[in-house]
């Protein structure tokens, strides 16, 4: 037999009693709302805990990026709703501006509101978030629109109307949002009158100012659906091909301004080696010209992406930042190139404010206020992107809401402790450890100093 003795008693009575203090101790830990502090608590519980946690993070980090690209988006769209307001107005004036009752001097009028508002439309487009710009890409550090201080001389660009795009569109080309030709002058030897001709870049046809204005519509209306050869003054060869030997960066830079190459460019020789003839004599083309101011853009064409969802970055839905390509399109000037010009609608406008100036009526009535058309519609494009995003993270920051809630939710059940259970389980276990210090008291064998 195991003889009993007073320590035996005394570890035993001890061990039990720490026992209990240490689970009423780790009952008070679940005071402050947590029932779990680390992994040995409840293994399974801990390790949901952690993957709730974690999915909770980037939830909340998600709905952060949600709330500044709303907030970039709202600024955005404010901008390019003013924008297309101002086209809207530039619009009517070029309409004013192509009534041929009008002088010099009420052209000169309407052309400094045109510029004004082209000069309000840069100012808005260099609007800025904080510190950085809405338009410059991911240079957003950099002040993206500048208008030139001086005139420049620029090509002149043909931007046909939507009847002229239906019938002359199968031998168009890539000539970016404008759908574009490029006008050329004419000269007949022994004339020093200048005739206008337009140049298709993609298939080197040249028409005539009448067969543009007038003639392709008599061919529509006998049910002509299609250019013939005999429509066409002659052909001088594709831009870029080597019968014309020069590409259009040789003889224009991306605003579309014109090269000394350019400027010094003839041609009166078709793309055979004949001389070009019209009626018997002999035509020397060369590019026509206009004196205009140019905006420039500095930013880039990259996006700005903020993140709303787990896996690879998809720009289409992520990105939250219109570039100056993105708002103003291309032309024929810029078409093709690997960057850009980022400013097309706006050179192209600038041209209709110099023609304005220079009381050009029939221009402005045939070509401007097509220009003015375009232009509102490139930028209303934009526009329309914007707000389509704009509502496309709104309906994710609902979604990204709601799965928060069910995060929290799954989270409160897996961590939170149950007030009730502690509260009576924190009493029973304070009353057990109060009654063992009392039985322990009377109980449990005197020392020898409790004897002396």
């Known amino acids: 037999m195991m003889r009993v003795s007073s320590t035996m008693m005394t570890n035993n009575y001890l061990k039990q009693l720490n026992g209990t203090y240490n689970q009423y101790t780790k009952l008070m830990e679940q005071s402050d709302g947590d029932k779990l502090h680390r992994a040995s608590d409840d293994s399974v519980g801990y390790s949901k805990l ?77 609007t800025q978030m904080g510190e950085r710009y809405l338009f410059s890409g991911q240079s957003d550090m950099v002040m993206p629109f500048a208008l030139s201080d001086s005139k420049m001389e620029r090509g002149v660009a043909k931007t046909l109307s939507d009847q002229q795009t239906s019938y002359f569109g199968p031998t168009l080309g890539n000539t970016g949002s404008m759908n574009q030709f490029i006008t050329l002058d004419g000269k007949f030897d022994g004339d020093d ?63 579309g301004v014109i090269t000394t190459t350019g400027r010094d460019w003839k041609m009166n020789e078709d793309s055979s080696g004949n001389d070009i003839l019209v009626d018997g004599k002999k035509l020397t083309l060369s590019f026509a010209k206009v004196q205009q101011y140019i905006v420039n853009y500095d930013g880039d064409d990259k996006y700005i992406s903020m993140v709303t969802e787990n896996g690879a970055i998809n720009p289409s839905a992520d990105t939250v930042n219109q570039t100056g390509q993105d708002v103003f399109g291309s032309d024929i000037f810029d078409a093709g190139e690997a960057h850009k010009s980022g400013t097309a609608v706006l050179n192209d406008l600038l041209a209709v404010v110099a023609k304005v100036e220079a009381a050009d009526y029939n221009w402005a009535s045939q070509n401007g206020i097509t220009v003015a058309d375009k232009a509102h519609s490139v930028v209303l494009g934009a526009e329309t ?40 389980k924190l009493m029973e276990y304070q009353t057990i450890y109060s009654l063992s210090l009392s039985v322990g008291g009377k109980t449990l064998p005197g020392t020898l100093a409790d004897y002396l």
């Open 193 to 255: 009158n200048i005739y206008t001709y337009y140049y298709n870049t993609y298939d080197g046809s040249v028409y005539s100012y009448d067969f543009m204005e007038y003639g392709y519509k008599s061919n529509m209306a006998a049910g002509i659906p299609i250019v013939r050869a005999e429509d066409k003054v002659c052909n001088i060869g594709k831009m870029d091909d080597s019968d014309i030997s020069h590409t259009m960066r040789d003889l224009f830079d991306k605003n």
């Open 385 to 424: 992107t914007m707000a389509a995003r704009n509502q496309a993270y709104q309906a994710t920051q609902t979604m990204l809401l709601t799965q928060n809630e069910s995060i929290t939710s799954d989270i409160t059940e897996v961590a939170s402790t149950d007030i009730g259970w502690l509260a009576t």
């Open 50 to 126: 952690l993957r709730y946690e974690n999915s909770q993070a980037g939830n909340l980090q998600y709905q952060s990026n949600v709330s500044t690209a709303l907030s970039w988006m709202k600024n955005s769209d404010s901008v390019l709703i003013n924008v297309t307001e101002n086209l809207k107005t530039f619009n009517a004036k070029v309409v004013q501006a192509s009534n041929s009752t009008n002088n010099e001097s009420d052209c000169k009028d309407i052309a400094k509101e045109l510029m004004s508002l082209i000069q309000e439309t840069v100012h808005e487009m260099n």
